[in-house]
């Protein structure tokens, strides 16, 4: 049974720039949540998708966007690339409902 | 603002001894809660859920007060495996997601 997968595991972009990050839940979940974690910092909510739809969103600005396919994978888009979204990009899924979330081995996102 | 805080550390306990951490949330409405592992440069786990009853999981016992809004995670007879860093997580009450607090850094020392 595979877990939470992601890809790339690491990228190295610069500033303005554009990065796509994609996810798979892990089998029998419907519902991926993202997250950013900066060194030293526990993980930020991003957003939560379910359904192909945005439902919930953290305090992060409009750079950051994101899509669930049919198959409830998931891509986050981020925008005009600043040096302060350097970190590692967490996606977790879940059973809609379920608070218990299983995190993939995130995408560490460098900007220079 | 929805917070979790919890003491960063580091916590240097020697083997075989004892550790307890605690953390706060300030969400009074919050309805789940959980410790994560999170070891250097990996992903968070799952650790244990939290509950006010108290729950226990081999050598590690959390727990819920919910009036002090805080929980707690104790460590007995540690491991040198158990060098990580844990995150309380609180959830849910009108909150986004899941609200971590920036982890407590624990070393086990031989």
């Known amino acids: 049974d595979a877990g939470v997968t992601q890809s790339p595991t690491h990228l190295i972009k610069t500033r303005g720039q554009q990065v796509t990050l994609r996810c798979s839940p892990k089998?029998?979940?419907?519902?991926v949540s993202w997250y950013q974690q900066a060194l030293g910092q526990g993980p930020q909510f991003i957003f939560q998708?379910?359904?192909?739809?945005?439902?919930q969103r953290g305090n992060f600005p409009d750079r950051f966007s994101g899509h669930q396919f049919p198959n409830y994978s998931s891509e986050l888009n981020v925008n005009a690339l600043l040096l302060g979204d350097s970190a590692l990009y967490l996606c977790?899924?879940?059973?809609?409902?379920?608070?218990?979330?299983?995190f993939g081995p995130g995408t560490r996102l460098t900007v220079l | 603002r929805k917070e979790v805080e919890q003491d960063p550390g580091p916590f240097n306990v020697p083997e075989g001894a004892t550790v307890a951490f605690n953390c706060t949330y300030s969400?009074?409405?919050?309805?789940?809660f959980f410790w994560y592992r999170q070891d250097c440069r990996k992903e968070p786990k799952l650790l244990m859920s939290?509950?006010?009853s108290g729950n226990e999981d081999g050598r590690f016992t959390a727990q819920l007060n919910r009036a002090s809004q805080y929980i707690s995670l104790l460590i007995r007879d540690s491991k040198l495996s158990d060098s990580a860093t844990y995150l309380c997580?609180?959830?849910?009450?009108?909150?986004?997601?899941?609200?971590f607090g920036k982890g407590t850094h624990l070393i086990i020392q031989p």
């Open positions: 998708y379910y359904e192909e739809e945005e439902r």
């Open positions: 997580v609180a959830s849910g009450g009108g909150a986004d997601g899941l609200t």
């Open positions: 969400n009074s409405a919050s309805q789940s």
């Open positions: 089998s029998g979940h419907d519902t």
């Open positions: 939290v509950y006010s």
């Open positions: 977790a899924s879940s059973p809609l409902g379920e608070n218990e979330q299983f």
